[in-house]
């Protein structure tokens, strides 16, 4: 086809424009993208050709038509331009063609190929403007989802400067609209490697670009297809490839998460993620255990653990003495009670269990401070808290999904007026939300929603922050600040 003409043959439209072919730059089954020559502006531009032949489908006209219309709808400088669409009725090939402006740039997957490497400030350069340009797409009425997001598809100009060079989204040959998938039937379209869970079942929505992005920023890191990297529960096991600061592999895997509720749910909160990741990443570096801490904690690849001790505050030695004048007291009492003739002797003894219930209490508070500790297990499948005294577990709550654990909320230290109007300072706190249940760390130890009594442990605002930015790298949630 090199040299055809292509566009305004004898018996058309006068007024249609004439594009001369220069170069085929991509060919597959029906479809063909070809660098040509606009005869009337000299410019380059780039045709892609649908053709009628053996192996055409309705459903590739019917996606190449949504392509046109799309295009012709958007108006962003980082995505081709629209710049015509005619039927093509040569002796060669018969079908219908789509002309859009020409980008002079290579592709992420040309450069790899090439053997360049990305590194990590040039990776935090691509996504973000990537993701910008999700935000638009996804910003329109209805949101248009590109759905095959991966290197091929991404143009990268050349250096400038600092700048690793100017980004481009291109082919949008596999859009959907929100509306569209709604009411229409659903085609199943994108690349291997770098499509959800969700797209496999011909469901698409906005973050189902946002997992196709990460899929195609692991590939940059680690200079290996997603889809031959391991995995583990549909999870994309890129660590171990690539060299990156805690905070930006916490993003990516916040981004490929395989999970539609616990993937970052648009392209505005993966990119405040990612600036926030920016600050983390120098911070975490040197997050460790506090000096002085008695907390354990061990982890490896299938659970983790944290075992919080508890702290004899000198408060609880009133405590103790009272409970020893309290329950020498009701003992007293009882045996006195027994000692009446039966049956008078009955009531008495009833009546005395309402204290002994109370001095009982001040007793495992006296004892778990001095011997007791809070048990916080999570393993692949399911999140469990226990208090330990004696060797006798008390279970506080039934154990709770694992898979059910969707994010890490930390507070710090910080004061609020109450209803009198009087500053109160209300202590740092990690609350770790299972479903609409949570568990929280604080000052007081670890708790659950559903229990009211106190752990009666003490964990330090260090403590806090270590303990969260480990269960944020185990859990691969990124922690959220408020």
């Not at 906005?206 to 549909?234: C, E, H």
């Not at 600061?245 to 616990?262: I, Y």
């Not at 993620?273 to 975490?284: C, F, P, V, W």
């Amino acid at each position: 086809m090199i040299g055809e003409i292509l566009g305004n043959v004898q018996g058309q439209d006068a007024t249609r424009l004439c594009y001369q072919v220069q170069q085929l730059l991509g060919k597959k089954a029906g479809r063909r993208t070809l660098l040509a020559r606009d005869l009337k502006t000299q410019e380059l531009v780039v045709i892609k050709l649908l053709s009628f032949g053996g192996d055409f489908e309705w459903d590739s006209l019917k996606l190449f038509e949504r392509e046109a219309e799309t295009l012709k709808s958007l108006s962003h400088p980082l995505i081709p331009r629209y710049l015509d669409y005619f039927e093509v009725n040569s002796p060669t090939i018969k079908g219908f063609a789509l002309v859009q402006t020409y980008i002079p740039a290579q592709t992420l997957e040309q450069y790899l190929q090439t053997g360049r490497t990305f590194t990590e400030a040039e990776v935090k350069q691509i996504a973000k403007t990537l993701l910008e340009i999700l935000i638009y797409l996804h910003g329109l009425y209805p949101p248009v989802i590109h759905r095959d997001i991966k290197p091929s598809n991404i143009l990268l100009g050349e250096r400038s400067g600092n700048t690793v060079g100017q980004v481009y989204l291109v082919d949008f040959g596999s859009v959907q609209t929100v509306l569209g998938a709604e009411t229409g039937t659903r085609t199943v379209v994108g690349t291997y490697g770098y499509m959800p869970q969700e797209q496999f079942g011909g469901r698409t929505v906005p973050a189902s670009d946002i997992y196709s992005l990460g899929a195609t920023l692991i590939y940059l890191v680690t200079g290996t297809y997603p889809a031959d990297l391991p995995q583990k529960d549909f999870r994309i096991q890129f660590e171990q490839a690539a060299h990156l600061s805690p905070g930006l592999t916490r993003w990516l895997k916040s981004m490929t998460e395989p999970t539609l509720k616990k993937r970052f749910s648009s392209a505005n909160v993966a990119l405040a993620a990612l600036d926030e990741s920016q600050i983390e990443s120098t911070r975490t570096l040197d997050v460790g255990q506090p000096y002085g801490s008695k907390i354990q904690l061990s982890k490896n690849q299938d659970a983790l653990e944290i075992i919080v001790p508890p702290r004899f505050p000198s408060s609880l030695f009133f405590t103790g003495m009272f409970a020893t004048i309290w329950n020498s007291f009701i003992l007293f009492w009882t045996i006195g009670a027994l000692s009446v003739s039966f049956p008078l002797n009955i009531p008495f003894a009833l009546l005395s269990l309402p204290f002994w219930s109370v001095g009982l209490s001040m007793v495992y508070t006296v004892l778990f401070h001095l011997y007791g500790h809070v048990r916080l297990h999570i393993n692949q499948q399911q999140i469990t808290l226990t208090h330990e005294l004696l060797g006798f577990k008390f279970h506080r709550s039934r154990p709770l999904p694992r898979e059910n654990i969707i994010k890490l909320v930390y507070l710090p230290t910080h004061h609020i007026t109450d209803f009198e109007g009087n500053r109160v300072q209300v202590p740092a706190g990690l609350d770790i939300w299972v479903g609409v249940q949570k568990y929280k760390i604080s000052a007081s130890g670890i708790s659950h929603t559903r229990v009211k009594s106190v752990s009666h442990c003490f964990i330090s605002e260090p403590e806090i922050e270590w303990l969260a930015d480990e269960l944020s790298d185990w859990l691969g949630i990124p922690i959220q600040r408020e």
